[in-house]
T-cell receptor, first 113, second 112 residues
């Protein structure tokens, strides 16, 4: 059984640029959630994808968007990067919506300068 | 919306002693309460969880208790070991959506 994987591990971008982060869900899991974790804080829910559609969203602006592909992998896109977007971005997969156990990947550390 | 408060923010215990981390939640609709352990440079790892129809759950040295009336839940680690040193997060979610609301974390130090 393959766990949740994310790429890249680290990324440095300049304010105003755009970034794409990638996630492969755990084998057999069709639901992917994305979280932002600022330094010293708990993860904050960005959104969830199920069957290639957004299935719930947290308090993040529209410049945070996502995609899910037929193989259940997912992308998080952030446009017009701001300094406050610097954080660890975590992807979590779960068996299906309504099954609460979520398993996290190692995260992508994004630094915006 | 849901709000999860976690205490203490930092906890140091002697190896072999017990550690207790406490959380409160605000949304009475919350019915699933996971606990995650996060080591440096890694993603959160689910270590134990409890559902609202259960008051206590134990897995080896780890136990979690839930008081639905008071909206409190706690993590208990007995016979602590050096590898227990990490940041621990409590969280809550409801069947309204799958959004997990996390506490701010407790940094646990196990002293030799």
């Amino acid at each position: 059984e393959t766990g949740v994987t994310q790429s890249p591990t680290h990324l440095i971008k300049t304010r105003g640029q755009q970034v794409t982060l990638r996630c492969s869900s755990q084998s057999g899991h069709n639901t992917v959630s994305w979280y932002q974790q600022a330094l010293g804080q708990g993860p904050q829910f960005i959104f969830q994808y199920y069957r290639e559609e957004e299935n719930g969203r947290g308090n993040f602006p529209p410049r945070f968007s996502g995609l899910q592909f037929p193989n259940y992998s997912s992308e998080l896109n952030v446009n017009a990067l701001e300094l406050d977007d610097s954080a660890l971005y975590l992807c979590a997969s779960s068996l299906t919506p309504g099954v609460y156990e979520q398993y996290f990947g190692p995260g992508t550390r994004l630094t915006v300068t | 919306g849901e709000n999860v408060e976690q205490h203490p923010s930092t906890l140091s215990v002697q190896e072999g002693d017990s550690a207790v981390i406490k959380c409160t939640y605000s949304d009475s609709a919350s019915n699933y309460f996971p606990w995650y352990k996060q080591e440096l440079g890694k993603g959160p790892q689910l270590i134990i969880d409890i559902r609202s129809n259960v008051g206590e759950k134990k897995d080896q040295r780890i136990a979690v208790t839930l008081n639905k009336t008071a909206k409190h839940f706690s993590l208990h680690i007995t016979e602590t070991q050096p590898e227990d040193s990490a940041v621990y997060f409590c969280a809550a979610t409801s069947n309204r959506d799958d959004k997990i609301i996390f506490g701010k974390g407790t940094r646990l130090h196990i002293l030799p």
